[in-house]
């Protein structure tokens, strides 16, 4: 299980990076996949993914909806700018909540990392203060509140479900 | 609730930020806020109302000194925005670590794959 880092880069940048046990195909496939995607691009416990479009070629459009079941949701839109399989996408999208934020860029590398693979998510803002505000609950100054949060909400429940899947 | 754009907007500012981060500690008067920063006191009070009037930050009287300290409703409302990414995308590869897994095992072992 490798940890997700999240960080900035420049005034414009936000890197995510994630390894995972599983070569660049697959990986690749479960971003271009609606199938796959469905399964797992959910956000928060308890969300579902009830409209998943994703026309994986340049120029296709992405469409995903979220709805946490009870007449609450939003939805992202965005297009594809760049595919080149298995390595490397190239994306718009924008969150509507349900004004439309400003466009994100987004690129996505897989490299191949031992038998596993290594992504590397580059997020583009538009301006730093976009990036600001993103970035506002102050993870540059120390400030883990969301972080401590998120271990302690989700290690527990990994550790169930591996005890379960064993 | 404040406004979010206003509170956004307060928190696009490192020493303000940095001001918040100080919070997080605890309480502060304004002079306890002036040492470590290097910053005058002026500019520390208009970062500290700009924090107020997002409603990030409260501050009470005590005698001649007003000290502050983070407002838990302010902080609240935007570490649910802003936490959302995070979160989300940590959640979303947990969950596509066992996707990942189901298509190995379905491609080591095609026919158990397609019976599960």
Known sequence: MSKMTLKTEGDLYVVVTRRFAAPPEAVYRAHTEPKLIERWMLGPEGWTMPVCINEARPGGRIRYEWSNGKGGGFYLTGEFLELEPYSRIVHVERMHLPDPTPDNHVETRFEADGTGTLMTMRMTLPDVETRSQMLATGMEHGMEASYVRLESVVEPELAGSQRRSQ | ?116
Not at chain 2, 4 to 33: K, S, W
Not at chain 2, 87 to 102: I, M
């Open chain 2, 1 to 116: 609730m404040p406004d979010l754009d206003t509170a956004f907007n307060a928190l696009a500012d490192p020493t303000r930020r940095a001001i918040l981060a100080r919070l997080a500690l605890g309480e502060a008067t304004v002079m306890e806020l002036v040492e470590p920063f290097e910053v005058t006191q002026p500019a520390i009070s208009r970062h500290l109302k700009v924090l107020e009037v997002a409603g990030l930050i409260v501050r009470r009287a005590e005698g001649t000194k007003r000290p502050c300290r983070l407002s838990k409703a302010g902080l609240e409302a935007i570490d649910q925005w802003l936490g959302m990414l995070r979160e989300a995308l940590a959640r979303n590869y947990d969950r596509l670590d066992a996707v990942l897994a189901q298509i190995n095992q379905e491609q080591m072992n095609p026919e158990k794959g397609e019976t599960r």
